[in-house]
């Protein structure tokens, strides 16, 4: 058990659906990352927020978004859904510098 | 920018042999590098990492891996497997410890 929590373990939706992703870090973490991992595209950062303010930025399309809270959970906003965004979402933390990250267990998206 | 190549997507091996995943990394600044496993359905847990240091690291689960800066390697190595060591494994490499950038994974089938 790493101590980053995700939930919901699973979540069916239909295209052009809009689904939220939470995310707990560690206690006493302040950086939260977002990676989005599928069949064709692997493991891929989407973004970093350290202690509510965003600090990095990947691959995360326009239709995503997300924000880190005052009490450092985060939440992933995916909208107008497609199939392609069928993926697991994987959200780390980790403390500042950062010297590795810790992983959650994961959301596994399923758009039909 | 970094990338990290992984040059075997699936290797088998027959339990207690010994085994080799490579990880090759290209990158025009100093990295970070780590080796990440995933079991079925769970998330990623850190085996070991690089940030400085000697370059032959040691990890969980009996996994050590060597840093070679001139040709810019970082295999992973276990003298001996175990059933349970099937999974799939990720390199990865960032700058600052920041962001991920993670090879495609390689999938480790141990054999009875």
């Known amino acids: 058990d790493s101590g980053v929590t995700q939930t919901p373990k699973h979540l069916i939706t239909a295209t052009g659906q809009r689904v939220t992703l939470r995310c707990s870090p560690r206690?006493?973490?302040?950086?939260v990352y977002w990676y989005q991992q599928s069949l064709d595209q692997g493991l891929q950062f989407l973004i970093q927020?350290?202690?509510?303010?965003?600090?990095a930025k990947g691959n995360i399309l326009e239709r995503f978004s997300a924000q880190q809270f005052p009490d450092l959970h985060s939440e992933l906003n995916l909208s107008s859904l497609e199939l392609g965004d069928s993926a697991l979402y994987f959200c780390?933390?980790?403390?500042?510098?950062?010297?590795?990250?810790?992983f959650g267990p994961g959301t596994r998206l399923t758009v039909l | 920018a970094q990338s990290v190549t992984q040059l075997d997507s699936q290797v088998p091996v027959f339990e207690e042999a010994p085994v080799e995943l490579r990880c090759n990394y290209s990158?025009?600044?100093?990295?970070?590098l780590f080796w990440y496993v995933q079991y079925p359905n769970q998330g990623l847990q850190l085996l070991l990492k690089?940030?400085?240091?000697?370059?032959l690291v040691k990890g969980i689960n009996g996994f050590e891996a060597e840093f070679n800066k001139s040709q810019t390697s970082f295999h992973l190595r276990k003298p001996s497997v175990h059933i349970s060591d099937t999974a799939e494994y990720f390199c990865?490499?960032?700058?600052?410890?920041?962001?991920?950038?993670f090879g495609t994974g390689t999938r480790l089938q141990v054999f009875p």
């Open positions: 690089y940030l400085s240091g000697s370059t």
């Open positions: 927020y350290y202690n509510g303010e965003e600090r």
């Open positions: 990158s025009s600044v100093s990295v970070y």
């Open positions: 990865a490499v960032s700058v600052r410890t920041d962001k991920l950038i």
């Open positions: 206690s006493g973490d302040l950086s």
């Open positions: 780390a933390s980790s403390v500042d510098p950062p010297s590795e990250q810790f």
